[in-house]
């Protein structure tokens, strides 16, 4: 698809492309996600066997980080093909899952006892609190994809302003007989033009 997308008559910013809006937004949400695989605490715990260090993860720690980076992954892959009343629905729901995100990110660095409590009981049998914990920098690095990630979502909302609506008429020219229609549309007016009804096979 060529990267010169217009609105009317008016090319869209380089800045406000829908494909590098997508792919920065995707981005953070992949980096929140991944640093979730990766170790976030280390406990150290003592059995009546011994005393032993277990590796708490960040789906271990703070679920919802996962869960958040997904929501927002899906979000900015549907933000290619919505409509425009949609777009800004994600881009909310974008930011929104960011901020979330980052929450619950700084959540484990406020209090690792709390995001390891399950791990730690399930590794002694009781409800007592490790001998101690050790954080490592994943959860800053969660945190700071939360920040992108919300970043992204102010960025869709502001950039689709500037996409096309996708439509086949003009709404302004619609009622004055007008049969311009764009002969190279991209995947957001064809996703737009079945939305209203409109086959663009027909055009």
């Known amino acids: 698809m060529s ?49 032993s260090v ?11 980080v996962s869960a958040l980076a997904l929501v927002a992954l899906l979000a900015s892959v549907a933000l290619r093909i919505a409509g425009r009343r949609l777009r800004k629905i994600l881009s909310v729901l974008i930011a929104g899952a960011g901020f979330g995100l980052a929450v619950a990110a700084y959540s484990v660095q406020a209090d690792p006892q709390a995001a390891a409590a399950a791990q730690v009981s399930a590794a002694t049998g009781t409800t007592a609190a490790a001998n101690g914990y050790e954080l490592t920098a994943m959860p800053w690095l969660g945190l700071v994809a939360g920040l992108l990630i919300t970043l992204s979502g102010i960025w869709a909302f502001a950039a689709s302003s500037q996409w096309r609506s996708g439509r086949k008429y003009d709404r302004s020219t619609r009622g004055q007989g007008s049969t ?5 549309p991209d995947e957001i007016d064809t996703w737009d033009s079945l939305t209203a009804g409109d086959d663009p096979t027909n055009r």
């Open 3 to 51: 990267e010169q997308i217009q609105s009317g008559a008016k090319t869209v910013p380089a800045w406000a492309k829908p494909s590098r809006v997508m792919a920065g937004s995707m981005l953070a949400a992949g980096l929140g996600f991944a640093c979730t695989l990766s170790t976030w605490i280390r406990a150290e715990v003592t059995t009546v066997i011994d005393t």
């Open 180 to 184: 311009h229609s764009d002969e190279n």
């Open 54 to 64: 277990i590796d708490v993860s960040g789906a271990d720690a703070a679920s919802t």
